[in-house]
T-cell receptor, first 114, second 109 residues
């Protein structure tokens, strides 16, 4: 059974650029969610996807968008990057039949915006 | 607004010195309270789910308990490998997972 994998692990962008982060869910998991974790903070919920549709969103602006594909892999896109977007971006998957807090996280993508 | 507050922010223990971490929460319609462990540079690792006041869960040296306003993570006779950040999260009527800022635990040999 493979775990949640994310790519890239680290990347550096400049303000105003766009970034795409990728995630492969754990085998058999049909729900994926994305979180932003700033240094010294807990993860903050960005959005969740189920069956390729967004079905929950946190307090993030529309320049944060996502996709889920038929094989349950997922992307997080961030447009017009700002300095405050620098953070660890975490992807998490779960089987929809278990509680929504029992998540399997990837190791994250560390984004630095200069 | 759903909210989670964890204390202390940081805790340093000697190996074998038992202690507790606190998670206070306010949530509309609690659906679950969750504990995670996060090692540096890694994603959080799920530990426990608690659903109702009075419930307890145990795993090795860790025991999680829940009341109507707070949860405790008790660590009995900790070892250096228990060093990590411990995160608490709640899910309520909004069905969104709200995390606290975590407690950074350091266990010295």
């Amino acid at each position: 059974e493979t775990g949640v994998t994310q790519s890239p692990t680290h990347l550096i962008k400049t303000r105003g650029q766009q970034v795409t982060l990728r995630c492969s869910s754990q085998s058999g998991h049909n729900t994926v969610s994305w979180y932003q974790q700033a240094l010294g903070q807990g993860p903050q919920f960005i959005f969740q996807y189920y069956r390729e549709e967004e079905n929950g969103r946190g307090n993030f602006p529309p320049r944060f968008s996502g996709l889920q594909f038929p094989n349950y892999s997922s992307e997080l896109n961030v447009n017009a990057l700002e300095l405050d977007d620098s953070a660890l971006y975490l992807c998490a998957s779960r089987d929809r039949t278990v509680g929504n807090g029992e998540l399997f996280f990837g190791e994250g993508s560390r984004l630095t915006v200069l | 607004e759903d909210q989670v507050t964890q204390s202390p922010e940081a805790l340093r223990l000697q190996e074998g010195e038992s202690s507790s971490l606190n998670c206070s929460y306010t949530v509309s319609g609690l659906r679950g309270l969750f504990w995670y462990r996060q090692d540096p540079g890694k994603g959080p690792e799920f530990l426990f789910t608690l659903y109702s006041a009075g419930e307890e869960k145990e795993k090795e040296r860790l025991k999680a308990t829940l009341t109507k306003k707070e949860s405790f993570l008790h660590i009995t006779a900790p070892k250096p490998e228990d060093s990590a950040t411990y995160l608490c999260a709640v899910s309520g009527a909004t069905n969104k997972l709200i995390f606290g800022t975590g407690t950074l635990l350091a266990v010295q040999p």
